[in-house]
Every structure is written in structure tokens, then in C-alpha cells.
């Protein structure tokens, strides 16, 4: 069986890996000129102990301790001793002050809010995370749900700053199934209040390097810098793909990549899935890195409540991976998720970088550019999808009404979060719906892959 993976992303490789396995004959292609997809990284410098160039992701990425289809792969891999697993911290900005915000004690002893308030807002999040049901209910709006069980002050301290900066002017069309999922992916990473997360020595860089060497090694083509123009058919159905230097035939034909990217390949061949798939919304993500001189607070990963900010999380890596593996540089995400046609999509990088050293200057009451040694701004147009009421409708079948196409994108993951892990999940499934075998992935505990089949 002849297969053609388009897009080199995290679930193009593993879905090749897994067709390997299947002793199918794979060939990757991808648009950029390396692979990894969202997983992609850039030098920051040197390693002061080492001389080799330190990397690191342009949107920030971390993985759970329970997570079991990456520690399968890592394991596959050889890599496991590359994994590092460390207590992480979480706070909350608001009111201007910087609360602790790692458990229930920090909830209880958040002055942002009344003592009502805080016990309404434990009590919500705890029958979100723990009661079963929720994760279902694709019908009703989360900050409906909010209102009525958190009550009117802890949703506007608490998730309205929240989910307008995850979803902008569509925040209120938000099922509470997909913050349950999200609620309970955070509570399986946690052993009491502590949260572990993992990440690799060395960056992300290192599974997709290691990946692609395994897939060469078995055969499997990987070729970088060949954007698909269309797909080929013959009496109705996908046989290949046309890239600006050549015509590549396969028996099937397996897409990766965003939906409204699919949506322009398949138009010409059924202009009714094309407009399917172009219902799904995208939001984009913006993510500022500062590699600093200092921290910036002793907290990884703050939200930032309050008004007024062009980000809504500070979310500090080197309090996760120690400056040394940096070369002693202190590194910060600023991060932000906008649609494409808001102000800060199409800022100047200069102008956006005035205007957040100023807000963290506000943020955190001290001049934060004197410790600034170097910046970073990366935008990723598809980095989240729209997950609106009754999103379960619009996801497409991995199976698609096109036969010899198949897809596997960023929408199979809900009513969970999109990672690395989930990725694999989802190309576990897509495998699996092309009839070939999955069954030597183990399946974890992630809500990803229940849409689709």
C-alpha cells in the first residue's frame, strides 16, 4: 500500500510511523522546510557549559505525567531518558496584585473575591472536574454554566478574562464540555496541589529529529519544501498529488494539515465537503519570547486577568527547564490567541514589543526592558479551532466522503487540548479508520479522537 502523508506536523509523522508499522509504503510532504509543524523551534544560543546551539519551541509546549501515547512514542523512540518531569507553579494576575493559584487552599485565600465567591468557584470547578456528564454536554454555553453555578463575581474575576483571551467575541458559544475536558486534563497531572509537567532535555526538536531519522531509516520519505497544490483523481477518486515539480501517485492519500488549507485542495473535486470543512474556525496565536537577564516573577505559568493586556498568559520556561540549559538566559512566553482580523494579528513586531514591555512594566511595577537581551515574535494562523456549541457536528470523519482521501486535523482532538500527545492519539485513530492496525499504541486517559470515526 503506496501512501502519501501531507504535512510534516506532529500527527503527519506519527501517522506515518504508524503505516510504517503497518508495512506501508510512506512518503511526508511538507510545505516548510523542516518538519515538526507547530513543534518547531529556533536557536536561542549557546549553551554556556557546552557550545552547542540551545532551541526552543516558537509556542510554548509541555506534556503530562499521564500522558501515554508520548511516553509510548519517546519510548519507541529510546527516548525516555530524555523526558523530565518538574513541579511546576500556576498564578493568577488581578486587581493588579499576583495571586498563588496551585490548589484549593490558594483558591480560598484569592482576595481577588469575596469568600462566597471563591467557595461558589471551587465548587464549580470541582464538579466540572470530577462529576461525570459534563463532557458530554455540548449544548450548554460554559459561561452560561458559569454564571449560574460560579456565580456573577467569580465569572467575571476569574473566566470571563479567561476565555475571552482563549476565544475572543466567541467566548459565550464555548460548550462546558470542552472546559470540562481541559479541567480534567489538568487534574490528572496533579499529586495533591503539585502539578508535574514534562518536556525533553534538549527541546521538542529532539523527538521530531529523532522521528524522522527512524522514518528514513525504515524507508519512509520525508521531504521538506514541497507544498501540495492539489490532489489528483481519477473517476472521482484521490490517487495522488501534484506539487509544483511533480505528479506523486499513492493508493491513498492521507491529510494533516488545517481544514480551511484541505478545504482549497478538495474544492474542485466536492465543493460540498469544502464548504463543510470551512465552518470550522480558526483562532490564531501569538507568542512573544524575551530572553531576559532575570525572571520575571517566580511563578511558570501566570494568567492574567485583568484588562487592558495585549496577552493573556506569561508563561516563564525557565522555571520549568533551569537557565543553565540556556546559557543562563532567563526565557518568558507572552502569549495570546486572536482571529486573524483583530489589531494585533497584523501589528509591526517593533510596535507590539513597545507596547508589552510597557504592560509588563505595569504588570509587574518595575522597567522590564533594562533586562531584555533579545526577542522573538511568532504567529501561527491555525492554532486552535473554534470549538462552538454542538462542535461535535461540524468535526469531519477521518474517513472522507472522497475515497482514497483520509484526514486527521486539530479539531479530532476535542473536547480535549491540543499537545503533542494528543497528535498521536489522533493519528492512532485516523490509522485505525483506514483499516490498518493501531492496536500497539496504547490508549490513554485523553478525551482526543472521540469525533471522527
Known amino acids: 500500500m503506496d501512501v502519501i502523508v501531507v504535512g510534516g506536523g506532529a500527527t503527519g509523522l506519527a501517522a506515518a510511523y504508524l503505516l510504517r508499522r503497518n508495512g506501508a509504503d510512506v512518503t511526508v510532504l511538507e510545505a516548510s522546510p523542516e518538519p515538526g509543524g507547530l513543534l518547531s523551534t529556533f536557536e536561542?544560543?549557546?549553551?554556556?557549559?557546552?557550545?552547542?546551539?540551545?532551541?526552543?519551541?516558537?509556542?510554548?509546549?509541555?506534556?503530562f505525567t499521564h500522558d501515554t501515547e508520548i511516553n509510548w512514542l519517546l519510548g519507541e523512540l529510546g527516548l525516555e531518558d530524555r523526558a523530565i518531569f518538574r513541579p511546576t507553579t500556576m498564578g493568577m494576575m488581578r486587581g493588579g496584585e499576583i495571586y498563588p493559584f496551585d490548589g484549593p487552599?490558594?483558591?480560598?485565600?484569592?482576595?481577588?473575591?469575596?469568600?462566597?465567591?471563591?467557595?461558589?468557584?471551587?465548587m464549580s470547578a470541582a464538579m466540572l472536574t470530577y462529576l461525570p456528564g459534563f463532557e458530554d454536554d455540548e449544548e450548554t454555553s460554559a459561561?452560561?454554566?458559569?454564571?449560574?453555578?460560579?456565580?456573577?463575581?467569580?465569572?467575571?474575576?476569574?473566566?470571563?478574562?479567561?476565555?475571552?483571551?482563549?476565544?475572543?467575541?466567541?467566548?459565550?458559544?464555548?460548550?462546558?464540555?470542552?472546559?470540562?475536558g481541559r479541567l480534567r486534563q489538568r487534574a490528572r497531572s496533579r499529586d495533591g496541589t503539585e502539578e508535574k509537567l514534562g518536556y525533553l532535555k534538549g527541546s521538542l526538536q529532539v523527538l521530531v529529529d529523532r522521528l524522522v531519522e527512524v522514518l528514513r531509516e525504515e524507508g519512509v520519505e520525508v521531504r521538506c519544501d514541497v507544498p501540495v497544490e492539489k490532489f489528483t483523481t481519477s473517476d472521482g477518486r484521490v490517487t495522488g498529488v501534484q506539487t509544483p515539480e511533480e505528479t506523486l501517485e499513492a493508493d491513498a492519500v492521507l491529510s494533516t494539515i488545517p481544514t480551511p488549507i484541505l478545504a482549497g485542495l478538495v474544492e474542485d473535486i466536492n465543493g460540498q465537503y469544502a464548504s463543510?470543512?470551512?465552518?470550522?474556525?480558526?483562532?490564531?496565536?501569538?507568542?512573544?519570547?524575551?530572553s531576559m537577564e532575570e525572571p520575571l516573577s517566580p511563578v511558570y505559568w501566570l494568567n492574567v486577568a485583568d484588562p487592558g493586556y495585549s496577552f493573556g498568559g506569561v508563561i516563564e520556561q525557565t522555571h520549568l527547564i533551569p537557565p543553565k540549559e540556556y546559557g543562563g538566559r532567563?526565557?518568558?512566553?507572552?502569549?495570546?490567541?486572536?482571529?486573524?482580523?483583530?489589531?494585533?494579528?497584523?501589528?509591526?513586531?517593533e510596535e507590539l514589543l513597545g507596547q508589552?514591555?510597557?504592560?509588563?512594566?505595569?504588570?509587574?511595577?518595575?522597567?522590564?526592558r533594562p533586562i531584555?537581551?533579545?526577542?522573538?515574535?511568532?504567529?501561527?494562523?491555525?492554532?486552535?479551532?473554534?470549538?462552538?456549541?454542538?462542535?461535535?457536528?461540524?468535526?469531519?470523519?477521518?474517513?472522507?466522503?472522497?475515497?482514497?482521501?483520509?484526514?486527521a486535523a486539530m479539531p479530532h482532538v476535542y473536547p480535549d487540548e491540543r499537545s503533542t500527545n494528543n497528535s498521536i492519539k489522533i493519528a492512532a485513530g485516523v490509522i485505525e479508520a483506514m483499516g490498518l492496525n493501531s492496536g500497539f499504541v496504547p490508549e490513554g486517559t485523553s478525551l482526543a479522537d472521540t469525533f471522527g470515526r
Open 143 to 180: 459561561m452560561e454554566w458559569f454564571r449560574r453555578w460560579a456565580g456573577k463575581e467569580a465569572t467575571e474575576t476569574i473566566w470571563e478574562p479567561m476565555m475571552d483571551i482563549k476565544f475572543g467575541d466567541a467566548a459565550d458559544q464555548i460548550p462546558i464540555a470542552w472546559m470540562a
Open 330 to 349: 532567563h526565557l518568558a512566553y507572552l502569549s495570546r490567541y486572536v482571529r486573524h482580523d483583530h489589531p494585533l494579528w497584523s501589528k509591526d513586531g
Open 372 to 407: 531584555v537581551n533579545d526577542h522573538w515574535i511568532f504567529r501561527g494562523r491555525f492554532a486552535a479551532p473554534i470549538t462552538g456549541l454542538k462542535f461535535s457536528e461540524k468535526i469531519p470523519s477521518y474517513d472522507t466522503p472522497i475515497p482514497g482521501l483520509y484526514m
Open 276 to 290: 463543510s470543512l470551512r465552518e470550522i474556525e480558526y483562532m490564531g496565536a501569538i507568542c512573544t519570547i524575551l
Open 105 to 122: 487552599a490558594d483558591v480560598l485565600t484569592f482576595g481577588a473575591m469575596s469568600i462566597q465567591a471563591r467557595l461558589r468557584f471551587g
Open 356 to 368: 508589552q514591555l510597557g504592560e509588563l512594566k505595569r504588570l509587574f511595577g518595575r522597567g522590564v
Open 44 to 63: 536561542v544560543g549557546e549553551k554556556a557549559e557546552a557550545g552547542e546551539g540551545a532551541r526552543l519551541e516558537y509556542f510554548y509546549h509541555h506534556f
